[in-house]
């Protein structure tokens, strides 16, 4: 009986579950962890996204994420094939890292959000020695809602549910921290610990459909960078032995897999005598671009906020 298809939007908030293979554990030591939050706010810095809630436990993982209209399957499956990758070749096996399909629930209320927020940051309390002293657990950022640890990960935007409490942030943790000790033991988690798990179950992942997002198709982007640098793409774009032919080339490729969502396979039939390897280091080197290049920054962000 096929399952029925991934529920996804493009304005979208979701909360998020992926789960390791039964005989072992997701993270093996901190280290581990360590890594994977290095993966998370790498990309959600590439694909520019935000991440409301984390918790990281032996042999799974919960956060909240928005996307900012950034394709989920495509994130999901960047960080969890990176991680796979290390923790492959650190533990020296090969095969499948994780259980089958990650878990994904749109989120869509402010009463939603709050409750997902605590449920995520109560799990450290499975934990030993963490049992009513969730938020000193590292691995979680329930410890930088309540002002016990600094967030110098830069992982975490506590902002956005810290301010339904109250402006003042110090008070805002201070109601953030009640309210999540006192939805601890309710039926309410447990329906949000239900719900993903059904999502988990249920929710069908391919890979081989594609998903155009934000409201951008390859054709339409590349028009808008041509006018705002003044160049005729089509013939950079196959040009060969231009260093400015080159930034361009890696520029266009990183825009159209972050503000497009296209696949390496579909980049190269923009970008001439490429491989879909090439295509990917060409994209990386597109986001490096954006940390030293001011004009490449100046144009990303005009494509981003222009109408």
Known sequence: MPRAARKKSADAMYHIMSRSISEIDLYQCEEDKAYYLELLKRYIEKYHCKIYAYCLMDNHVHFYINTCGFDISIFMRCINTAYAAYYNKRYSRHGHLFQ????????????????????????????????????????????????????????????????????????????????????????????????????YTENA????????????????????????????????????????????????????????????????????????????????EGFRLLGRDMQYCSVFRTLIYSD
């Open 100 to 199: 089958g399909r990650f878990g994904s629930k749109i989120v869509d209320n402010d009463t939603y959000s709050l409750t997902l927020s605590a449920y995520i940051h109560n799990n450290a309390k499975d934990i030993a020695g963490y049992d009513g002293n969730e938020d000193s657990y590292i691995y979680s950022s329930y410890g930088i809602y309540t002002g016990r640890r600094k967030n110098t990960e830069g992982i975490v935007d506590d902002d956005f549910l810290l301010e339904l409490f109250s402006r003042d942030k110090t008070k805002a943790r201070q109601k953030y921290k009640g309210f999540a000790e006192s939805m601890r033991d309710t039926g309410i988690m447990k329906e949000v610990h239900e719900g993903i798990m059904r999502e």
């Open 205 to 284: 992942y391919s890979s081989g459909k594609k998903h155009i997002m934000r409201h951008e198709t390859p054709k339409e982007l590349i028009e808008r960078i041509e006018i705002i640098l003044g160049e005729r793409l089509p013939e950079m774009l196959r040009a060969k032995f231009s260093r400015e032919a080159s930034r361009v080339r890696a520029f266009t490729a990183y825009v159209m897999r972050a503000l497009c969502g296209y696949t390496y396979t579909d980049i190269c039939k923009y970008i001439g005598n490429m491989s879909v390897s090439g295509v990917s280091r060409l994209s990386n």
